[in-house]
């Protein structure tokens, strides 16, 4: 066949082609077998391409020309400032297209970005071939400058105005550095502008507001009467801070003396002060005098003292010195006393009203006929009983009924009387009624009559009377009524009981029976099944408890419990297989019992039968109390399985062998498998087996297989090749082929892309095959690399290194060979190298060496400063920077700040891409002045000072004054600056410390002594902290005004206002200290006496001493026991037979001044009732009903005859009983009331029950 071709075959590096060949009906590319072929060539490549036509070929080679790219690269600076332009150049190509929004063909482009940009080039060569450069141009932004300072400044202040944002700065033109201290004296606007690191500019403006000083006035009381509030509110600023650190614009004091009041007002953060003066005017002395307890009733006369003019504070608000009260109670009266200077105090005063004493009288309401009744009166301090006995008992004989009177008088000498009314009561006649003979064990049941109350020999308390006596005994009883007694006693038999026993059998098996007999000496007999026989036979199917009970001729009866205990039959099972095997044996096994016995008298739990057919075992089991049961198993014969084997038994050796099986359910090979089918590459003189279960019987086959021989195949030819070539390939061994790329042939050509694995099928005489792989390995091209310089300064030297290869041919091998190659360069270039690796294969690699021209170096910044100031100088022109001075590094910043010593002559070496330049810079430093501060160096707190600066042309001081000589004034330790300014034009600071004299606290210390009354008080003052004191008084007093020591003894009987104040020993004056000395008041006595009644159980009673204080207090406690000493205790009264107690209080305070009090404790009493009353008319005692306060919440009562009847229901304390019964009087004689209540009396709770008489006469 003649071939031809189409398709390009000159094409750029990177591009690809396809080439399709004609002429032919088949075609090999060596590695493909189509008639188009589509590649991507790296390199000048030949493609060799063979056609077939009715089995002949013919070969074809076709050139592929590979053009090379050009080099394209971006050159240009690659940093701006926000809103600068740059240039940037393309180069390495011969036409350009910008891939920007103008599509520019230009060598050179200018552009000005708003942010960090990537710009991007196509060059074309003039092959035809284009490549692309990209280029980040980045854009720095300005620096945002700000201002850090006050929005305002009190007027004349130092403002501090600190710039950021950049890296150096300068003030209002002319001014340099971050910070600036101007002194406000006016609204002023300040300008600044920054520069930072990549030299990039902008400014910030900054307006300062002046604030004037706020002006303080005030308004409040600031004469005031001791004890009152001041409230002092001041106006004309924003925020107040006064002299004792409070905050706001009012203050409220209560001040015990003048005082001086210093605000500090500020607005808008401004501040100014003021001085108040604030008058203290002394209180009237004021008490009342009068007699401090009166009885209920009485009347009394309370006079006001110590002031002008009075007020007292009770309903009629009278303006009286003297009034006259008589209260129902005890009651505090209060007085406001006025002076003339319009200033008061109050007064108080006590008046206790003592209670008319509450008498009453314990005694029986009833007394058995000829005994002795006892009446004891309580609730005074004295008796007289019946106008003539005196003393608070009284002893009499009753006979009859009587009425006895007793008139009390207390400590107050206040009276009241109590009448009770004793009645006769006779003696009771006593009966009983019950049975006196039982049983032993039974019980006796009594009943007493005769009385209302009954008390038996063992203390019962009750009419009805259960016992169970164990042997024959008396029993006893006394009947009660009304208090009078008597006693009757019963004589009690008991008789014994029979013994009773049942004999049987306590224990059987289930379903069969006993017989149970009954012993002892009885005449009957009951069964709890029904029978009434001596012997029963029982047959019970759980265990059960069976009772007789016997009786004696005496009529006693016992019972005697039997049980028959249940065993159940043991539950006997057989364990075993219930399948097995034709001809196999089993186990089965027997449980639930003690020992077995299996049909065919085989004994013991298990038994191993042969089995040929389906049979049936049956086993007896007994328990170990002999009870038995049994149990039988069915066992099923299964049969063997019949295995058959499908499949051919004569293969080709090594070929697949698959043998299926049936006959059984599940198979088992020889090699463990477990499947139905068998598969396995076939080897001479193979036999296997297989092993079937059905219904877990087994059977085994062994099956035999037959093997034929295969061709050994071999394939002559060279294994390996380059990545492009080919190779021939011949297969032996066999009659006939087929290769694995589908050649059936024995020559076979290839031309494989990467390492392939191959492999041929051989076909011998008897059918059967082999196949032989094997591994084609394709050598991949060296990757070539270079490494080196991708730029270098002009007129440098370029270095490149190649590798990948084991030799290597440059593209300039007249100066270089090897894989180095060294070149110096005045212009950009590329190099290309190929490479040869030790297996010959080739590749190529070309490396583009760009040329940086030097930088152009320059700096900003003011080379003359003063001696001691720092220069900022900012390096421009380069990417990277190095400032030195004689050799040593300064710094490697754009930035260099310096704080020179001296003249000196800087370098700086800039750098861009690798290239270097540098440049002297000259520096001039001129000598600042010396400032000095001369004056005081420690001063009296708030006396007027100088301090003078001397050593420059004009002074700043840091207060803002620009003279050499201040005057101040100051009260803490103070710290002073200035600034000198020479006529170069540099400056100084100083400092200068000025402290404050610690001056003394002025101290006034006093000493009371309070006298008794109708005596002056007597002060002892010191005072410390002073050389030299000054006296003075309100009133004056000239004792005080000619005193200079530190120290005054004085008496005084009025108000007085002492001032005091020093200069110390450096001549500085301290703080004035006053005090108010005020008349002590004379105390009345006052305590606390809580409760004043108690009662049985809740006896306990509080002393408090109050008033006067830093007293010793004695209590007389009017119980014959010890006096007591304190102020607060606690005693507990025995208050059986004493109605109430005067308690005798005595106090001296520390000035031994004797005090004296009288407090009565009552003993209380819930409610009271008389013991008898007459209803009979005349209006006189005709009702009955019970007295007390009105604290009941609950209050029920009933009243009942000696029958248990009720005659009356009371709802309420007022209500009261007539004496009559549905409409009928009742006669004369003792009635019984129960009363049910509640109270609460000041919070205390109270419940119960009461019970009493009361006796109708008529």
Not at 1213 to 1226: E, L, M, S
Request: aromatic share 10%.
């Amino acid at each position: 066949p003649v071939l031809s071709y189409t398709g390009n075959t000159s094409i750029c590096y990177g591009e690809s082609t396809r080439i399709t060949v004609s002429g032919a009906s088949s075609y090999s590319w060596g590695n493909a077998s189509s008639s188009s072929l589509f590649i991507t060539p790296k390199q000048d490549t030949t493609l060799t391409v063979t056609g077939t036509m009715q089995g002949c070929y013919s070969t074809l080679e076709i050139p592929i020309a590979v053009k090379a790219l050009p080099s394209v690269y971006i050159s240009g600076v690659d940093a701006i400032c926000s809103g600068d332009a740059a240039t940037l150049t393309a180069n390495g190509a011969d036409t350009y297209l910008w891939k920007d929004a103008a599509s520019s063909t230009t060598t050179s482009v200018s552009i000005s970005p708003l942010y960090t940009s990537i710009y991007r080039v196509t060059g074309t060569a003039n092959n035809g071939c284009s490549s692309d450069a990209e280029f980040t141009l980045s854009v720095n932004p300005l620096p945002i400058i700000s201002i850090n300072a006050p929005n305002s400044v009190c007027n004349g202040a130092i403002a501090t105005l600190s710039a950021s944002g950049a890296n150096s700065y300068i003030w209002n033109g002319n001014i340099p550095g971050a910070n600036y201290q101007p002194n406000i004296t006016n609204d002023s606007t300040f300008t600044v502008i920054g520069t930072d690191l990549n030299n990039c500019q902008s400014s910030a403006t900054k307006t300062i507001t002046k604030i004037d000083l706020p002006t303080l006035t005030y308004t409040g009381n600031d004469n005031i009467c001791l004890g009152e509030t001041s409230r002092i509110t001041v106006h004309g600023a924003n925020t107040y801070k006064w002299n004792d650190n409070s905050v706001g614009s009012m203050v409220s004091l209560i001040p015990k003396q003048d005082t001086l009041l210093t605000v500090y007002g500020t607005a808008q953060n401004c501040s100014s002060s003021i001085e108040i003066s604030i008058t203290v005017m002394p209180l009237p002395s004021v008490y009342i005098s009068g007699t401090n307890a009166i009885c209920f009733g009485d009347e009394t006369t309370l006079t006001a003292n110590g002031a002008d003019t009075y007020l007292w504070k009770d309903a009629a608000s009278h303006t009286d010195k003297q009034i006259t009260v008589s209260p129902l109670s005890t009651m505090r009266y209060i007085v406001s006393g006025t002076n003339a200077n319009g200033c008061s105090s109050d007064a108080d005063f006590t008046l206790t009203v003592n209670s008319l004493p509450e008498i009453s009288i314990n005694a029986p309401n009833g007394i058995c006929e000829g005994s002795t009744a006892i009446l004891s009166a309580s609730g005074a301090a004295s008796y007289i009983w019946n106008g003539i006995i005196t003393g608070a008992n009284y002893q009499a004989v009753i006979t009859k009924d009587s009425v006895f009177t007793v008139v009390g008088t207390d400590i107050n000498n206040c009276r009241s009387s109590a009448s009770t009314t004793v009645l006769r009561l006779s003696i009771p006649e006593l009966s009983y009624t019950g049975e006196t003979t039982v049983c032993y064990g039974e019980k006796v049941i009594l009943q007493a009559d005769g009385a209302n109350a009954y008390q038996w020999h063992d203390g019962t308390i009750n009419s009805n009377y259960v016992a169970t006596p164990e042997y024959s005994t008396t029993y006893s009883f006394t009947g009660t009524t009304q208090g009078c007694s008597a006693q009757i006693t019963i004589p009690i038999v008991v008789k014994p009981l029979p013994v009773i026993e049942i004999i049987g059998k306590n224990e059987i098996c289930m379903l069969e029976s006993t017989n149970l007999t009954t012993q002892g000496k009885v005449s009957s007999y009951k069964w709890n099944t029904g029978d009434l026989t001596q012997s029963i036979e029982v047959s019970p199917f759980v265990t059960t408890d069976y009772i007789v009970t016997g009786t004696a001729d005496n009529g006693c009866a016992s019972t005697d419990t039997f049980r028959v205990k249940i065993n159940v039959l043991p539950h006997i099972t057989i364990d075993g297989t219930r399948d097995i095997c034709y001809d196999g044996f089993t186990e089965l096994k027997a449980n639930g019992g003690s020992y077995y016995l299996w049909d065919g008298n085989y004994a013991g739990n298990t038994l191993y039968p042969h089995i040929s057919n389906d049979s049936t075992f049956t086993v007896v089991g007994y328990d170990d109390k002999g009870c038995q049961n049994k149990a039988s198993f069915d066992i099923h014969c299964l049969p063997i399985p019949e295995l058959k084997a499908h499949g051919s038994d004569s293969v080709c050796v090594n070929e697949e062998v698959t043998i299926r099986m049936s006959g059984a359910s599940s198979y088992e090979w020889h090699d463990g498998s477990k499947n139905d089918y068998y598969t396995t590459i076939s080897e001479p003189g193979t036999e296997f087996w297989v092993t079937g279960t059905l219904n877990g019987c087994e059977n085994t086959l062994y099956i035999p297989i037959y093997s034929k021989s295969a061709p050994t195949i071999w394939v002559d030819g060279k294994k390996s090749v380059c990545k492009g070539d080919s190779l021939t390939l011949t297969a032996k061994g066999a009659d006939t082929y087929r290769w694995s790329n589908e050649v059936y042939e024995d020559i076979v050509v290839i031309s494989p892309n990467y390492s392939t694995q191959y492999s041929v099928v051989g076909i011998g005489e008897n059918g059967c095959s082999n196949t032989y792989t094997f591994d084609v390995t394709v050598n991949q091209l060296p990757t070539i690399t270079i490494t080196g310089d991708d730029d270098i300064c002009r007129d440098g030297l370029a270095t490149l290194n190649a590798s990948g290869a084991e030799t290597y041919h440059w593209d300039d091998a007249a100066t270089s060979s090897g894989p180095t190659m060294k070149a110096i360069l005045s212009q950009s270039r590329t190099f290309k190298v190929v490479g040869t690796d030790n297996l010959g294969c080739s590749n190529y690699a070309s490396h583009y060496v760009y040329v940086v021209q030097e930088p152009n170096v320059s700096f900003d910044g003011d080379t003359i400063t003063c001696l001691g100031d720092s220069i900022i100088l900012l390096g421009q022109g380069a990417a990277s920077y190095n400032w030195t001075y004689n050799g040593d590094t300064l710094s490697t910043s754009p930035v260099l700040k310096l704080k020179p010593g001296g003249n000196q002559v800087i370098r700086l070496s800039g750098s861009l891409q690798k290239c270097t330049a540098s440049r002297d810079i000259r520096i001039n430093v001129k000598t600042p002045p010396t400032v000095h501060i001369t004056g005081d160096a420690i001063v009296c707190p708030g006396i007027p000072f100088r301090l003078a600066a001397s050593g420059a042309e004009s002074y700043i001081w840091y207060s803002g004054e620009r003279t050499s000589l201040i005057t101040d004034s100051i009260r803490k330790h103070q710290h002073y600056g200035v600034t000198g300014i020479a006529a170069n034009g540099c400056h100084d600071y100083a400092e200068y410390e000025v402290n404050v004299y610690d001056v003394s606290k002025l101290i006034l210390q006093t000493d009371y002594k309070k006298a008794c009354p109708e005596e002056p008080d007597t002060v002892i003052m010191r005072v410390s902290g002073g050389n030299e004191y000054t006296w003075e008084s309100i009133p004056f007093i000239s004792e005080v005004a000619y005193n200079s020591a530190d120290q005054l003894l004085l008496d005084f009987d009025e108000t007085t206002l002492i001032r005091v104040r020093a200069t110390d020993f450096n001549g500085c004056s301290t703080n004035e200290d006053s005090v108010l000395l005020v008349p002590q008041a004379r105390d009345s006595i006052r305590f606390e006496v809580y409760p004043t009644y108690i009662e049985e159980g809740n006896s306990q009673v509080r002393l408090t001493g109050i008033t006067p204080t830093n007293t010793t207090w004695n209590w007389n406690m009017d119980d014959d026991s010890d006096v007591l000493v304190g102020n607060n205790l606690t005693y507990n009264y025995n208050i059986a037979g004493k109605d109430s107690f005067l308690i005798s209080i005595v106090a001296t305070d520390a000035y031994g001044c004797v005090y004296t009090g009288e407090q009565a404790v009552y003993t209380w009493r819930d409610f009271w009732a008389p013991n008898a009353f007459t209803p009979d008319g005349n209006e006189l005692n005709d009702s009955f009903g019970f007295k007390a306060r009105e604290y009941f919440t609950k209050f029920e009562f009933i009243i009942y005859n000696r029958l248990g009847e009720i005659i009356y229901s009371g709802k309420s304390i007022a209500d009261r009983w007539d004496g009559n019964y549905k409409g009928v009087p009742c006669p004369w004689g003792v009635y019984g009331w129960v009363v049910n209540y509640t109270s609460d009396y000041k919070g205390v709770v109270k419940s119960g029950t009461k019970k009493g008489f009361v006796t109708i006469v008529r």
